[in-house]
């Protein structure tokens, strides 16, 4: 059963593309491709059979295109336009040391650009804030991060209470934060693919 079976293998890795970003209403001076995109894994896979029918050599073939069904999200795909990329981007726990000097609340993490929300999991704002007392009009159905403790908070319409620590490590850990971008239909174009094939070889 296994004689003239063969197996195909073939990886592809390249580095994520660096480009300019300093937060929404445009790149400040000085700043050129001081970020980087996530980096590309690809893995694709052919089983094959032969079978020797005397004139004829006939050879069945499966090919699975990213095997492993990898999401990937590629630079720039899926966003309705430049404000829906900065929502996106703006909503990434960027390292403190990438952003320092940029004019916009970052919630310090260790996210990169492509970084995406978990299968499945709700959206669920996280908003920075340098004291509860400088929010406006809080959105009671965002958390708030302040920056002055440290801590979470969310808004009931008439007080703050504290979100509790089990509930933010949920949303950490599924990426529940980050606004994906609002094509979503076109922001992954990378599904994982099989198709069957027939070749005949033929002996003149």
Known sequence: MLDQLRLSILGVWSSGRYFSWTGPGGVQSGYENNIQWNDFLNVDLRIAKNFDLGLVDLELFMDIYNVFNIKY???????????????????LHLP?????????????GDDTPGDIRDDGVAYQPLEYATSLNSIGTPNSSAYYFDASSGKYFQWSGSNWSQVSDSRIEEVMDTKAYIDMPNLHYTTFLNPRDVFFGIKLNIDL
């Open 73 to 91: 999200m590629s630079y720039r795909a899926g966003f309705a336009d430049s404000k829906d990329y900065d929502y996106y981007m703006e909503s």
């Open 96 to 108: 403190a040391d990438v952003v320092k000097d940029f004019n916009y609340g970052n919630i310090p």
